[in-house]
């Protein structure tokens, strides 16, 4: 079946412009994870939904940052006034369950943003 | 809080060769840990994962890990390395937020000919 998927993937963006990053999890699954991916380094947590519920934003760098998910299925990460710092891959990973730790969580390809 | 150590940011071998790839974690209760390989531009494939039970776990693609908790390590191994293996590859922790992944900085793995 489809995976997770996302779009752009690849954005450039002038330092002040907004952004908005779009994420398609697996149908069905009731986990979505935001992840951020400096070049070079390891994907970090920014933020988690439970369907609709967002119940953890404490990696999100900024109050710049916001992500929804507002019928539990697409969700949007979006970062106003972008700065030079935010180019990174953002991830999005969808899983079936949070509260069964064996539930893989599943990626999707990322979008790579760069801030000019 | 969960943290995840990949003390080598480069390797190389040659194709044929074996290879481990070491990672160290910390964790205040018993570790869920994965491994994943990213090839360039795409996201996270999930190699293998240790949840409980036997400590040696088999994955894709001829790969296997070893958790010792004694050692607080999760290494990766391969007892002979193809060309495709070229990618950079993460530890993970599993824990926190929704069971959230507590990332490791990545060894990028070269493969000579």
């Known amino acids: 079946g489809a995976g997770v998927s996302q779009s752009p993937r690849y954005k450039v963006a002038k330092r002040g412009q907004d952004v908005a990053l779009r994420c398609d999890p697996i149908s069905g699954h009731v986990s979505l994870f935001w992840y951020q991916q400096a070049l070079g380094q390891g994907p970090e947590f920014l933020t988690y939904?439970?369907?609709?519920?967002?119940?953890?934003k404490s990696g999100l760098p900024s109050d710049r940052f916001f992500a929804e998910r507002p019928e539990g299925s697409v969700s949007t990460l979006k970062i106003q006034r972008t700065q030079q710092e935010d180019s990174a891959v953002y991830l999005c990973?969808?899983?079936?369950?949070?509260?069964?730790?064996?539930?893989?969580?599943?990626f999707g390809p990322g979008t790579r943003l760069t801030v000019t | 809080a969960q943290s995840v150590t990949q003390p080598d940011i480069h390797i190389t071998v040659s194709e044929g060769a074996s290879l481990e790839l070491r990672c160290n974690y910390s964790?205040?209760?018993?570790?869920?840990l994965f491994w994943y390989v990213q090839s360039p531009g795409q996201g996270l494939q999930l190699l293998l994962k240790?949840?409980?039970?036997?400590?040696l776990v088999q994955g894709i693609k001829g790969f296997e890990a070893e958790f010792k908790r004694s050692q607080s390590s999760f290494n990766l191994r391969k007892p002979s390395v193809h060309w495709s293996d070229a990618a950079e590859y993460f530890c993970?922790?599993?824990?926190?937020?929704?069971?959230?992944?507590?990332f490791g900085g990545g060894t990028r793995l070269m493969v000579k000919p």
């Open positions: 990973a969808s899983s079936l369950s949070a509260g069964v730790s064996s539930y893989e969580q599943y």
């Open positions: 964790y205040g209760a018993t570790p869920y």
């Open positions: 240790y949840f409980s039970g036997d400590t």
């Open positions: 993970a922790v599993q824990g926190g937020a929704g069971n959230m992944l507590t």
């Open positions: 939904f439970q369907n609709e519920a967002q119940l953890d």
